[in-house]
């Protein structure tokens, strides 16, 4: 059926088109879905209906999906009965808890990307997934529909190293000190990653204070040319897409099946020939024990081999934020400092120095603690971070002070003398949302102590900032109701007492 | 906020309103759902955005949604941040795979029935109880949710009777029969069905060639007083309305898991005391095995205990359609002829009257099956039919040859002498869905012989009715190549070779 576009000023991210009454009539649709045949495009889109708004022989087009391909009003498009996705026979097998093959897995990782699936298919898979799992062949097979779905970075070298942290852990800033130390070295280092979904901040909201992250996979591949590394935000590069879909479902649900697959495809897009995973572990993190790091490692290391990629797994501690700040611009100016050797942060030193070496080992085996130590001491990783900040658009010469920080803060003080005993970095996490994070980059929390430091009465603890003094109210209330930081004798051993039953508010964390 | 209305001529089904995109922005509002406070309605609805159709302070409100709350034009509506509903704590939870509360469950049926969830919520909530099942403590819990958040039938009597056959079976017109004779008794019966969702004809369907079926709860109440039984469809009767959404997503993903609490909501809902439920049983329909029908018969027991109904299970045969015709006209047309003796339908007379047996003996133990037959042969039971069909508002004089039939038909006649070794039910709805069955009530088949008759090379097997030509031919062709009708020696063994693996088609029979 031809159909005269006529398009609607309404954006709903999906695909959607408007059919009057009788030309739908006519279709014979099942379901709810058709296919517009555009040029070289086939669109499928959900149907709504109306009776005098869109004409016997029009079409209404919402205009983000004419945006997409370019619709204008006017044209004639020819419109046909969908009929059902090829993938939804593989759905159904994995609802039933059987095991897809290769055939099956990319139908519908294909299926997700053309946007042939709908709300009800996409979320019956991952649900299903996670009830039953996935064997490490098929999730080979995901990450390997993923990258074939997708484009690709083209770099021309043997060796490309990359680093991923299943997330989670405020004020982890390793990634702006590790990426331009390892360039620094004289390795390839094409970090891409994610802006915070449920987290306080994404290594790319924090790279994003220093330099321009939205970058193309062209100019990404341009700025690794030149200068060994790079951070950029992964969201619009269409490296293994399929993800992107995924993640706003699992979003909703508070579900992660797709874990493993995602990050392996997320690297193997960017060519990484050498991986170091970071699974930092603890109890407001995403792995809350070492056992659990190690199950999560064994998959890794399993699915990395089918790939054939050489992967490092880092099991680190997680039971405090890394460093002393949380939040984009607060870490940022953290890191830069770190990099200027203008502030000593022993964890994040840490840290890094042995993920460098985790990954250096994976090229060559040995020692390269010192030469790590020494790339740090000698400024020789600050000047790359400058060059790398250069390459992507930012001012070379920056300094710390430099950094916009939030207008209001207030200091959360200690009303006991002792010792600090805990700090819950999930619900440090979320008092920093409260404050403005991720989409406010100069909100979040300073730390003036960590787990062991000696407190007084009346001695800072936190310091708040954000950009609206509600804000600062609200976020100060939740660290002393869910008794973010702890603070005691040594041997206080007391966490809560609980009076009556009630729901725990856990949190999900959906950082990879 | 409060905005303007502004109706837009689109049909969604869902309740969407368009927001201009500073409005959107000024909300915050979290994932994409906001509350609209009008009069004494809440009505949460998904968010579109626009720069220009809808100017800020503006709200586009799709015109389903206007005319379900009398919404006009050029009104004022107070437009809140909707927040998380409750209910999605409790849906997380089982997805976790854990046990729900009545208060979960509660919280769950009414943000359903108030449209407060959205696709992706609703689907992980199937997918999950799918996987993880339900205890039967559960599923009462649903049940009684579902029904304290519709709406009830009040019948002053004691005893109310009622049947339900866990669906599927091609040509099963026993309630046609059942209803009637059960009210020629004395006994109260307010008989409720769907329409045909897999099947080729739901009992509604059948009815509706009768008499009228769209009732409110008021005029049934009416009936069932007039004439001690009726023939409804209980799509537009609000009893246990939750299921009636659930259903929508069910079919998409060919799953159903609320199969028990649903059915179980539904005779609830119009008061019923005691229930028989029928499980046919064979290759083509959704129990496939006595087994398996013991094993959901136990459900049904222990379920029906704490909802306090009394419940006898009749496992029945399956094996082939009952009677001899399968399409909405067709079986009105034979119960009507069975009901005044003009034919005789061997296995429909046996399988109503050992229900009709297990019902009464519900109330009282004995044995029925005299009374029953006298019922049947003195037309007590068919001058009750047409009682219900008066009072229904059908033509209470009918005859069998009033009721109109397809224009087309051709037959289907056996290439080989032997007898008939299968029928196969489940392929035969599909071949009368594609005559155009359920919508075309006149379509449909008929089968001239049964398993274990003789035939000979030239016999008539089936005869397939239809309105459109091109249908006829397409059914024929899928009735040879599915081997619907299995003809050979009686000894003949081999069902069929399969040379390489394809993915079977299995039918989804979503009929309770």
Chains 1, 2 share one sequence.
């Not at 802006?195 to 990404?220: C, F, H, P, Q, Y």
């Not at 936190?462 to 609200?474: Q, V």
């Not at 930081?485 to 009630?502: N, Q, S, T």
Request: hydrophobic content about 40%; charged content about 25%; glycine content about 8%.
């Amino acid at each position: 059926m031809l159909l005269k576009v006529k398009i609607l000023d309404i954006f709903s991210g999906k695909p959607i088109v408007v059919l009057n009454k009788k030309n739908f009539e006519e279709l014979e649709i099942i379901g709810n879905r058709i296919k517009i045949v555009y040029k070289n495009h086939e669109i499928i889109a959900s149907v709504n209906i109306s009776e005098s708004l869109i004409e016997k022989g029009e079409i209404g087009v919402y205009r983000d999906v004419a945006q997409n391909y370019s619709i204008k009003n006017g044209e004639l498009v020819e419109v046909v009965e969908s009929g059902i996705p090829e993938s939804l026979t593989a759905i159904k097998n994995k609802i039933a808890g059987r095991r897809l093959d290769y055939k099956e897995i990319y139908s519908i990782i294909k299926d997700v990307v053309s946007g042939n699936l709908s709300d009800i298919e996409i979320t019956a898979l991952i649900v299903a997934l996670n009830s039953f799992g996935m064997t490490i062949d098929e999730a080979a097979n995901f990450a390997r529909a993923m990258v074939e779905t997708g484009r690709t970075l083209k770099l021309d070298s043997k060796i490309i190293l990359d680093k991923h942290s299943v997330g989670g852990l405020s004020g982890d800033k390793t990634s702006l000190i590790l990426v331009p130390l390892i360039a620094s070295l004289g390795y390839k280092i094409p970090k891409t990653s994610s802006r915070a979904i449920t987290s306080a901040a994404g290594t790319a909201d924090k790279a994003s204070v220093l330099m321009n992250v939205n970058l193309t996979i062209e100019e990404m591949e341009e700025v690794v040319k030149k200068t060994n590394g790079c951070l950029v935000w992964g969201g619009t590069l269409h490296l293994a897409p399929a993800d992107d879909v995924f993640i706003r479902y699992e979003y909703v649900i508070g579900l992660d099946p797709f874990l493993l697959p995602s990050i392996m495809a997320k690297k193997k897009a960017v060519g990484a020939t050498h991986v170091v995973i970071d699974i930092p572990t603890g109890r407001g993190v995403k792995v809350k024990s070492i056992g659990d790091a190690e199950i999560l490692a064994k998959d890794f290391l399993e699915i990395s081999k089918l790939l054939g990629i050489k992967v490092n797994i880092c099991v680190t501690q997680g039971i405090q934020p890394i460093g002393y700040t949380i939040g984009p611009a607060l870490e940022a100016k953290e890191a830069l400092e770190f990099l200027m050797r203008k502030k000593d942060v022993r964890d994040l030193k840490n840290k890094t120095i042995n993920i460098a070496n985790a990954l250096l080992n994976l090229v060559k085996r040995g020692n390269y603690f010192r030469a790590v130590e020494n790339a740090l001491n000698s400024n020789k990783a600050e000047r790359k971070m400058r060059e790398i900040i250069e390459a992507q658009g930012g001012n070379k010469n920056i300094k710390p002070s430099d950094i916009e920080i939030a207008k209001y803060y207030e200091d959360f003080v200690s009303e006991k003398d002792g010792f600090v005993l805990w700090i819950d970095s999930g619900s440090l996490n979320q008092v920093a949302r409260i404050l403005g994070c991720p989409k406010d980059l100069s909100a979040g929390i300073v730390l003036y102590k960590k787990i062991g430091d000696k407190v007084k009465i009346g001695d800072k603890i936190l310091r708040l900032y954000s950009n609206s003094e509600n804000r600062i109210d609200l976020a100060l209330k939740v660290v002393k109701e869910n008794g973010s930081i702890g603070i005691g004798k040594e041997y206080d051993m007391l966490i809560k007492i609980l009076r009556e039953a009630k729901m725990p508010k856990k949190y999900f964390i959906l950082e990879r």
